[in-house]
């Protein structure tokens, strides 16, 4: 089996439905706390598989973790498990740092306990690969070379500081005790199942409601954007071929700024579903005040991933969006579940 842990979010979700399509797949045991994100309507297709076991809880519980590892005995943890929206960090950096810093510490102390215990084979088969993302790196100029593996870590947010935090205790646990890690930084994800505290399912859910489509500051940012449905397929390379120590960027080599998403999302819109008064959905485009600290630019050079283990995205921006405003139009019910409740009084705290 593997542990996946923060299964029932965005990525893990998708990563888990993509590991089990695969007829011989090996099992899951999928630990998640079931945080405002965390979403188990999302796992419904693979709610009676019995290679998926789903146990609602905290990385940072140690006694939980120990008892599973000890009861599974899994041969790799997947760590998504994080607070993961920038703008949250923001209003209420605490519960950041207790999971990405603190919730981090302790899951690698329980697995390096484990992987001790492990027979000589297990123990050199045994892998912890560390989900995160390319906002470590900071903010680049507009003409500077997209972020390398060796750009040093300049993170400007409470999010991206926690997250930076998080792959340092990880290096320093390969370095320290030898404990089999690998790390992925990651570029913007967007797809299915995506909450829609984010940009992109913000923008389409906020287009089709007739509501303003809020664009922060001037929207010249410039986010790199990636498939879900890539991203697990990178972490699954990376998992079966990378190298122990390393750390692998993923990125899609689709630049774009803000403003040109949103506009492509409401072309799309336009002809999927055009609305009853003939106008387009970019007349609902708002500007707003920026997000404090608002880094300008992300991009990946996603060389390295490509080189020394042959992975590339197969999806463009443009076939991905088209999928995932399809998917959004087609999935009302998931929505439904998703944006009553807690989340409106988050878009009360944010927006108004
Ligand atoms: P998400 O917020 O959608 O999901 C996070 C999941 O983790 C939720 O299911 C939540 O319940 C769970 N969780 C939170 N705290 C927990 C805890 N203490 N113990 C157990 N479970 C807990 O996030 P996401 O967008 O799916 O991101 C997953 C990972 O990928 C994160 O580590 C994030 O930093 C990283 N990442 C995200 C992106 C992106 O664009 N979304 C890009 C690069 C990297
Ligand atoms: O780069 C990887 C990161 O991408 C991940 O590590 C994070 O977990 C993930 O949330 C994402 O962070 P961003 O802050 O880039 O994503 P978000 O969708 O929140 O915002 C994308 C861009 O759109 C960003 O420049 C802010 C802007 N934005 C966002 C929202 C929610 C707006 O202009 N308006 C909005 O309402």
Redesign the pocket.
């Known amino acids: 089996m593997i542990l996946v842990t923060g299964g029932a979010g965005f990525i893990g979700a998708n990563f888990v439905l993509d590991w089990l399509k695969e007829p011989n797949a090996e099992g899951i045991i999928n630990l998640d706390k079931l945080t405002y994100a965390g979403n188990l309507a999302t796992l419904a297709s693979v709610k009676n598989d019995p290679r998926h076991l789903f146990v609602q809880g905290d990385i940072g519980d140690r006694a939980l973790v120990a008892k599973l590892l000890k009861e599974h005995q899994p041969r790799a943890i997947v760590n998504f498990a994080a607070e993961?929206?920038?703008?949250r960090s923001i209003h209420g950096p605490a519960d950041f740092i207790n999971t990405n810093i603190v919730g981090t510490f302790n899951l690698l102390e329980c697995a390096r306990e484990y992987w001790n215990g492990l027979q000589a084979a297990q123990k050199t088969n045994f892998r912890f690969h560390h989900v995160s993302?390319?906002?470590v790196y900071g903010s680049l100029l507009p003409t500077a070379p997209a972020f390398n593996e060796t750009h040093p870590y300049e993170p400007n947010s409470p999010?991206s500081a926690s997250?930076a935090a998080s792959d340092h205790l990880v290096r320093a646990w390969f370095h320290t005790y030898g404990f089999p890690v690998v790390t992925t930084n990651?570029?913007?994800?967007y797809g299915p199942y995506h909450f829609p505290?984010?940009?992109?399912p913000?923008v389409i859910l906020n287009a089709i409601n007739l509501k303003p489509l809020?664009?922060?500051g001037d929207?010249q940012?410039v986010?790199d954007w990636l498939y879900v449905g890539d991203h697990c397929s990178a972490i699954r390379t990376v998992l079966a071929k990378g190298r122990l120590g390393e750390t692998y960027n993923i990125g899609g080599w689709n630049e774009k700024a803000?403003i040109d998403v949103v506009k492509s999302i409401c072309q799309i819109l336009d002809e999927l579903k055009p609305r009853a008064d003939g106008q387009s959905y970019a007349t609902q485009i708002t500007f707003v005040n920026d997000?404090p600290g608002?880094?300008r630019r992300?991009a990946i050079d996603a060389r390295k991933i490509e080189r020394e283990l042959g992975w590339r995205p197969a999806e463009t921006f443009d076939t991905g969006i088209k999928k995932t405003v399809q998917w959004y139009l087609d999935n009302p019910i998931w929505v439904e579940g998703v944006v009553s409740g807690a989340y409106r009084d988050w878009l009360d705290k944010q927006y108004s």
């Open positions: 993961s929206h920038v703008d993302t390319d906002e999010y997250k990651c570029s913007n994800n505290e984010k940009l992109i913000l809020p664009i922060y929207g940012q986010r803000n997000r608002h880094d992300y």
